[in-house]
């Protein structure tokens, strides 16, 4: 334990021990009665496994509408996760299509965000978990059209 300097900590790594011990006398980094309660309950009466449950079956639903609207391209996804990578056919890019996607109101992030260097794929990462599946699904089907033309 860092011993209390009642002048306050000095600059550098001092201060950072003092602010870590500071934090770990005051319970900041320990969960709160009530919240280690409810998680203590919630995973002995299977309320966590219901949870998982319900959140890993809506993953799986969005995952197959993104398997069904974009059949026929090369899209990397996990079944539990609310994230597609989604290759895109040539000519495209993954700025260019990023951009005509926002012009329809669509939201993608260009792979290159995800990499650093040249040679990042042109690739876009969707986001599935946002919007309710209806909507998912329109705008699958809008991507795909996009794709299918010239940037």
């Known amino acids: 334990m860092v011993p209390e300097d009642p002048e306050g900590p000095e600059e550098g790594a001092g201060r950072d021990e003092a602010a870590a011990a500071g934090a770990l006398r005051s319970g900041g980094w320990t969960a709160g009665r009530f919240a280690l309660e409810a998680a203590v ?5 299977g309320t966590v496994a219901r949870l ?23 899209v990397r996804a996990d079944p539990r996760a609310y994230y597609a990578w989604w290759e895109l056919p ?20 260009p792979g290159p965000a995800f990499g650093a260097g040249q040679g990042a794929a042109d690739a876009v990462r969707l986001g599935l978990a946002s919007v309710p599946p209806p909507e998912l ?6 991507l795909a059209g996009v794709a299918c033309t010239r940037p």
């Open 137 to 142: 699904a329109r705008a699958l089907r809008t």
């Open 90 to 109: 040539e000519p495209w890019r993954a700025d260019t299509f990023a951009a005509a996607a926002a012009r329809r109101g669509i939201a993608v992030t």
């Open 52 to 74: 998982v449950a319900a959140k890993r079956a809506d993953a799986a639903e969005r995952q197959r509408l993104v398997a069904e609207h974009l059949a026929g391209f090369t």
């Open 41 to 45: 309950r919630w995973s002995g009466d």
